[in-house]
T-cell receptor, first 113, second 114 residues
Framework: EPEVTQTPSHQVTQMGQEVILRCVPISNHLYFYWYRQILGQKVEFLVSFYNNEISEKSEIFDDQFSVERPDGSNFTLKIRSTKLEDSAMYFC???????????FGPGTRLTVT | DQQVKQNSPSLSVQEGRISILNCDYTNSMFDYFLWYKKYPAEGPTFLISISSIKDKNEDGRFTVFLNKSAKHLSLHIVPSQPGDSAVYFCAAGYFKGGADGLTFGKGTHLIIQP
């Protein structure tokens, strides 16, 4: 069964460093998403992407964040200058247009020290 | 702001019995609702969804009920099995014309007792 994959599974970085989290969405899906879950809190929507542009973004998704689809399979989330409060699980998801079910990857645990 | 609320942080149910997980919402614009199941160190797994034009959707052991007037939905699992032990998230969204983000509740930890 097709699934969303994410790399790395765990990323440790120092405050102020740039990180890139990678995702490979399900191949016939056209909508892509990033969510995060800070430890002990709920899953929060960050941004969605369609047709090579941002479709929707939350107030969390500020200028420190960017997303890109650099090729036909990868979807990336970049955090330019990480802060301690960026430590969280980051989940990528994808979906088919018109269908509202979103399918999530296993997540990347980001630890900022 | 808690637009999607799951007021029970945990629920313990005996194996074979019915598990009922509840979810309330405040935003009347929501068009659809989803339930996800999550094991530790894994991503949320889609279980079942329901459109706001329906009041019930069933898939095997899982049934979701929607009461729009009460802004309440519930997930029924019958019969409950040990593998159902996980955190269950209620999520909601509405069509804005593109790739629309979901709003999640805080989750309910379901524990199935043997």
């Amino acid at each position: 069964e097709p699934e969303v994959t994410q790399t790395p599974s765990h990323q440790v970085t120092q405050m102020g460093q740039e990180v890139i989290l990678r995702c490979v969405p399900i191949s016939n899906h056209l909508y892509f998403y990033w969510y995060r879950q800070i430890l002990g809190q709920k899953v929060e929507f960050l941004v969605s992407f369609y047709n090579n542009e941002i479709s929707e973004k939350s107030e969390i998704f500020d200028d420190q964040f960017s997303v890109e689809r650099p090729d036909g399979s990868n979807f990336t989330l970049k955090i330019r200058s990480t802060k301690l409060e960026d430590s969280a699980m980051y989940f990528c998801a994808s979906s088919v247009p018109v269908h509202y079910e979103q399918y999530f990857g296993p997540g990347t645990r980001l630890t900022v020290t | 702001d808690q637009q999607v609320k799951q007021n029970s942080p945990s629920l313990s149910v005996q194996e074979g019995r019915i598990s009922i997980l509840n979810c309330d919402y405040t935003n009347s614009m929501f068009d659809y609702f989803l339930w996800y199941k999550k094991y530790p160190a894994e991503g949320p797994t889609f279980l079942i969804s329901i459109s706001s034009i329906k009041d019930k959707n069933e898939d095997g052991r899982f049934t979701v009920f929607l009461n729009k007037s009460a802004k309440h939905l519930s997930l029924h699992i019958v019969p409950s099995q040990p593998g159902d032990s996980a955190v269950y998230f209620c999520a909601a969204g509405y069509f804005k014309g593109g790739a629309d983000g979901l709003t999640f509740g805080k989750g309910t930890h379901l524990i199935i007792q043997p």
